[in-house]
């Protein structure tokens, strides 16, 4: 590597450290010229296209995973660094699952899990827009699942009580699964 400043090709490392994104930080000093700069060392992962609902393929971006999380998350006890390590977690399955191309929908699977076990609130935003919901209904039966999904951990039990819990709308209507 070449110093910015003075084009000189040595330079000594003074300190690297790990980062949380998957990353060393490296402080370099030429000898060149004595200026200080840092560096950081990313490993090249092997892109993937993702397939929409349409059929149309496009690159992985993970900024845009991100930013739909983030959104989901606003206004909840949700850091951006617990947010990273989300979006982390879903590309590290999705190349564990040795895949060139991804389904969108196995993309937002990954994500809605992740977020259950993050954040309620945030879960059911996401599975609003990356489910579609249309009506009230849509939102009292993933609320159902939710609830269902957390008996199911709390319990450690294989199958679901017969009588799920079911949600109560504002003015005493009761949803059921």
């Known amino acids: 590597m070449f110093c910015p400043f003075c084009n000189h090709r040595d330079s000594r490392v003074l300190e690297s450290r790990l980062t949380a994104e998957n990353s060393v930080r490296r402080r370099r000093e030429y000898e060149g010229c004595g200026k200080r700069f840092t560096t950081y060392e990313k490993l090249e992962t092997v892109q993937f296209l993702v397939v929409k609902r349409s059929g149309i393929r496009e690159p992985y971006i993970?900024?845009?995973l991100r930013a739909g999380i983030s959104r989901a998350c606003a206004k909840t006890t949700v850091?951006?660094?617990?947010?990273?390590?989300l979006v982390d977690s879903v590309e590290n399955e999705l190349l564990a699952s040795g895949r060139r191309e991804v389904a969108a929908s196995?993309?937002?699977?990954?994500?809605?899990?992740?977020?259950?076990?993050?954040?309620?609130?945030?879960?059911?935003?996401?599975?609003?827009v990356y489910r579609q919901f249309r009506s009230i209904e849509d939102?009292?039966?993933?609320?159902?699942?939710?609830?269902?999904e957390q008996t199911v951990r709390k319990d450690g039990a294989d199958s679901l009580d017969a009588a799920a819990p079911s949600v109560v709308l504002r003015g005493g209507k009761a949803g059921s699964s």
């Open 62 to 64: 993970r900024d845009k």
């Open 79 to 85: 850091t951006a660094e617990q947010i990273d390590d």
């Open 106 to 128: 196995m993309l937002g699977e990954i994500g809605l899990r992740l977020l259950s076990n993050l954040d309620q609130v945030a879960y059911v935003r996401f599975a609003s």
């Open 139 to 148: 939102f009292i039966a993933e609320l159902n699942l939710l609830r269902a």
